[in-house]
């Protein structure tokens, strides 16, 4: 397997797999690129070129092998993988992320929640206790967390990310809208919501 | 001014912003391509080269005003107007994007929230009142609203995307997890949570 992927093809994955794992419900069995191509609106020597990069799962006359295909991106993601999560800021976004069953379903599991409030401590969400920051670094060692998804606001989130580091998190999934500086080997995905609402508001403009 | 200006350069602007913003706030009247790329972790050279498709903003010796470059790329983000906002949706996303008020500080007001669960028609989220699915016709077009937050699962998601757009809405801004069919004219940002921890989970390989 071709391990140098470019980022853009990465970016491009999971969408993939979204389509493939709806055909699978559907109990679609194989799919050629022009299909797929119609599909996701994307055109099929770009679907070629990127399926390419993981090697011969389609067949010339017969098309991709949905599961098969599925399994193999799912892999590649390291959706295969079981995470441990905890969710920092048991506030309403905490809360969303927390009850969002698919998570789960892919191998992403909370096993716990920490927020500053002590109105918050002691609730449960889908069974996960609220436990109050000072847990923080012990929870990390002695459950083994991999992910920490921090839904705190940024003048909070720059001190909980230093902690997180001394804990030896792996990855952090921040909605924070600040960049964190964390040494190199610590992940960090962003999602800034009001950027994306930028972009949009961008493109509105003159409409 | 430059208006070809490359989906490259409108994602990096958000971020200029942010910075230009906490600056401002700090009392920081001008800053230079240099001062501002350490900040930043992008190279100068990067950020002249983007700055420069706004025009003369930037001066040799002396370097950006804050102020006026943090507003200029509002305009240009369409930041200097108001836009009016349903929330469709009232769960916990639902009701985490309609609580944060630094939306409504950017221009963005939110005007209605919808829902089709009875239990939270009638429900008010920072003074706005939760309204069943079946007004949100007669309200977009009483109320001129722009733009729609799509915050419910993607099996609604598909025909709420079709009354909206025979409401003429001009935006949605699209938490759900699958790709609405709308005419061109129609602008939508997704903001797709589960492709995000697919691309961190993908990082995470092998650590």
């Given at each position: 397997?071709d391990?140098?992927?470019?980022?853009?093809?990465?970016?491009?994955?999971?969408?993939?797999?979204?389509?493939?794992?709806?055909?699978?419900?559907?109990?679609?069995?194989?799919?050629?690129?022009?299909?797929?191509?119609?599909?996701?609106?994307?055109?099929?020597?770009?679907?070629?070129?990127?399926?390419?990069?993981?090697?011969?799962?389609?067949?010339?006359?017969?098309?991709?092998?949905?599961?098969?295909?599925?399994?193999?991106?799912?892999?590649i993601?390291?959706?295969?993988?079981?995470?441990?999560?905890?969710?920092?800021?048991?506030?309403?976004?905490?809360?969303?992320?927390?009850n969002?069953?698919?998570?789960?379903?892919?191998?992403?599991?909370?096993?716990?929640?920490?927020?500053?409030?002590?109105?918050?401590?002691?609730?449960?969400?889908?069974?996960?206790?609220?436990?109050?920051?000072?847990?923080?670094?012990?929870?990390?060692?002695?459950?083994?967390?991999?992910?920490?998804?921090?839904?705190?606001?940024?003048?909070?989130?720059?001190?909980?990310?230093?902690?997180?580091?001394?804990?030896?998190?792996?990855?952090?999934?921040?909605?924070?809208h600040?960049?964190?500086?964390?040494?190199?080997?610590?992940?960090?995905?962003?999602?800034?919501?009001?950027?994306?609402?930028?972009?949009?508001?961008?493109?509105?403009?003159?409409?």
């Open positions: 397997m391990i140098n992927i470019s980022q853009a093809v990465i970016r491009r994955l999971p969408r993939y797999y979204r389509y493939l794992g709806e055909l699978k419900d559907e109990g679609v069995l194989r799919i050629s690129s022009r299909e797929l191509s119609e599909l996701m609106h994307v055109t099929a020597s770009q679907i070629r070129q990127d399926l390419n990069h993981f090697g011969g799962f389609g067949q010339q006359g017969y098309g991709y092998n949905v599961r098969n295909l599925y399994d193999e991106i799912g892999k993601l390291g959706l295969d993988k079981n995470h441990k999560l905890v969710v920092i800021g048991a506030g309403h976004l905490g809360q969303a992320l927390s969002y069953v698919n998570f789960e379903r892919r191998g992403f599991h909370i096993l716990g929640i920490f927020d500053k409030n002590p109105d918050l401590v002691g609730m449960k969400i889908r069974d996960v206790l609220v436990s109050p920051m000072e847990e923080l670094e012990s929870f990390i060692a002695t459950n083994d967390i991999d992910i920490a998804v921090l839904t705190i606001p940024k003048t909070s989130a720059v001190d909980v990310a230093k902690t997180l580091v001394k804990s030896n998190i792996k990855a952090i999934w921040n909605f924070a600040v960049d964190l500086a964390v040494p190199d080997d610590v992940i960090v995905e962003n999602v800034h919501l009001s950027e994306s609402l930028m972009r949009l508001s961008y493109n509105l403009r003159g409409k």
